[in-house]
């Protein structure tokens, strides 16, 4: 594997790639004592809004604002650090879950001169001041977070060949607007977004999430903005992080519906529609007809030349229904809208095929074509805006994907996370960049001074709402919920000895 790419969000287990350094070079100084503090001597310096990432702002982020207690909590599945007013984490408890931490993956990829990436794999810390230390004296331009091993990943060199294995890792899922460039009709493609393509970030997150918690019940799942151009998923529950490779493949091919391709265009789903593809197309269908038919949207039934090259996808038996629709709604006196043309093109397949009115299906129209011209609106939408995953992230425990919290190099904007009740409210270009942030933590440090009320300095910048909404609606329940789960194991072990 070469050097990480920025527009790589996720890489596969296997060699190190550091061809100049060992896998456990530049281990962690001296664990530092609280750079986060409210307290913190550290002064950021004039941001210049132009620049959207800079080494120099990347080291003001990582020494006064990345939320390390926050990681360390989630990633450590350990209740006794659900305090977020404690910054110590050196926690003494020998629960089976304190020592997930320590055997946890991190790479990072480092720029040592401009223009030079190194990336280093199998590092792993022992406590939050290590991973702090680390991250600060490193300065990665890109952190990823890879499975829980057997032994700690920085030990590697040191075991025999194949004794360092995977135990668990979080599901998850990797959603790119680069995979929709056949659909984004806005001019948009690669890595350039615009409101009106965002908008399939927001109907993939709402089925995804749906889906993952009503027909597999997982409770603690955790959508981030990707920095740039897509979102992450990360499902928590103790049995999707035990899932076997086999397991995981199979939760993602669930959700995997072939749209077909530019040489195949061929799609047709199966009869009867699965439960989960009706609940989708529920989900889907209002969003389609108000952000992907509209000329505000992507414009499918917004003009004459769109609404054609639609209407020729339908099938061969439903030309008598194009036809007829297209004669009246190039009509000068036709004004509906692209939504009710819509509407319109629905009722009268469902009447052409004895589904709608007293219309009798025309004696040449099959069976199966009778199908085909009832799904086709479905297979439309689909085509539009279900979810298109990068199902190789979420098939196997030991690929690693971009770190929640860090800053993506290409937009300085921060991974933060997203709330799926609000999604549709969600602009990544209102996202903070390093930049605004330092700007907001001077701005408040001129007005406020040393307010030793503040235990983090994150929570002085417009970070505050997203940090603590995370901890509040993710990482303290799902805490909690561990704690259950260890309580129940002491009892159970207590019951079997009589030690009650």
């Known amino acids: 594997m070469g050097a990480a790419n920025d527009d790589n969000e996720e890489y596969e287990f296997g060699d190190d790639t550091n061809s100049s350094k060992s896998n456990n070079d530049a281990r962690p100084a001296a664990p530092s004592t ?11 310096s004039s941001a210049d809004s132009s620049v959207v990432f800079s080494p120099e702002l990347l080291g003001m982020y990582y020494s006064r604002l990345f939320p390390y207690q926050i990681l360390y909590s989630w990633l450590s599945y350990d209740p006794s650090t659900n305090n977020p007013n404690n910054s110590s984490s050196n926690s003494k408890s020998l629960t089976s879950s304190s020592s997930t931490f320590p055997r946890r993956e991190f790479s990072m990829t480092i720029e040592p001169t401009p223009g030079n990436e190194v990336y280093i794999r199998y590092q792993s810390f022992l406590s939050q001041e290590e991973l702090t230390s680390a991250i600060i004296k490193r300065r990665p331009t890109k952190i990823d977070i890879g499975a829980v091993f057997n032994y700690p990943p920085k030990d590697n060199k040191s075991l025999p060949a194949g004794k360092l294995q995977t135990v668990e890792r979080e599901l998850v899922f990797d959603i790119d607007l680069t995979d929709y460039d056949g659909v984004r009709n806005c001019g948009c493609s690669g890595a350039k977004i615009c409101p009106k393509c965002w908008t399939f970030m927001g109907m993939a997150v709402e089925v995804m999430d749906e889906g993952l918690r009503r027909d597999f019940g997982f409770e603690h799942v955790a959508w981030f903005y990707s920095g740039r151009r897509g979102v992450h998923c990360w499902v928590c529950d103790d049995d999707a992080r035990k899932m076997t490779n086999e397991a995981r493949s199979a939760v993602a091919t669930y959700f995997e ?5 530019e040489k195949n265009k061929s799609f047709h789903l199966s009869t009867p529609l699965h439960p989960s593809l009706s609940r989708a197309y529920k989900i889907l269908e209002p969003q389609f007809a108000s952000c ?6 992507h414009g499918l039934l917004a003009s004459r030349t769109s609404w054609i090259k639609l209407l020729q996808t339908l099938p061969d038996a439903a030309n008598p229904v194009a036809a007829k629709l297209d004669e009246k709604w190039k009509s000068n006196k036709n004004n509906t809208t692209p939504q009710e043309k819509w509407t319109e093109l629905k009722s009268a397949l469902m009447t052409f095929i004895g589904k709608g009115g007293n219309a009798k299906v025309p004696k040449n129209v099959s069976t199966t074509d009778r199908i085909r011209i009832e799904h086709w609106p479905i297979e439309t939408v689909f085509k539009h805006t279900y979810p298109r995953l990068d199902i190789n992230v979420s098939k196997m425990q030991n690929h690693l994907l971009k770190s929640p919290f860090c800053v993506h190099p290409k937009t300085g904007r921060v991974c933060v996370p997203i709330e799926v009740a609000t999604v549709e409210n969600f602009d990544p270009f209102q996202v903070p960049t390093l930049a605004q942030l330092m700007k907001e933590l001077d ?12 235990k983090y300095d994150w929570q002085k910048t417009s970070l505050k709402e997203p940090f603590e909404r995370f901890q509040k609606k993710f990482l303290v329940p799902m805490l909690n919920e561990e704690r259950r789960a260890q309580r129940e ?3 159970r072990k207590a019951a079997v000895v009589g030690d009650f």
């Open 489 to 491: 194991v002491r009892e």
């Open 443 to 454: 701005e408040y440090e001129a007005e406020h001074g040393k307010d030793e009320s503040v």
């Open 34 to 44: 609280g750079p986060q503090s409210s307290s913190s001597s550290s002064k950021s």
């Open 257 to 261: 519906v072939n749209l077909g391709s």
């Open 292 to 297: 992907v038919l509209p000329e505000e949207g």
